[in-house]
């Protein structure tokens, strides 16, 4: 099978690597976009137009599994909710 045609699954919890094979972190959550990694505390997160000051007070955390929304400072163990695991949180940006 040929590189371009090789099927990758990316689940939730799944470890992501750079391209030396170093662990950077695991999968979140998706949306339209992509995927979101917690990264691992020895890794250096660069900041884009998603983590700006300009846009830091519309990154919000929500439930996959009920869609309940908060402040990311403020990011729960548990959805209070649903009660989901924090496994079911991802960082989510408002409009």
Known sequence: MSE???QLTVDVGRMVYDDE??????????????FYVTANEDV???EDETTSSDHRDA?????????EMGQIEDIPEECPS?????EEIYYW???
């Open 82 to 86: 649903c009660n989901a695991p924090k």
């Open 44 to 46: 250096t997160v660069l």
């Open 21 to 34: 094979g170093n662990e950077l972190g695991t999968v979140r959550g998706f949306d339209e976009s992509g």
């Open 59 to 67: 990154i919000m955390w929500r439930c996959w599994k009920c869609g």
């Open 93 to 95: 940006q408002e409009d």
């Open 4 to 6: 371009q045609s090789q």
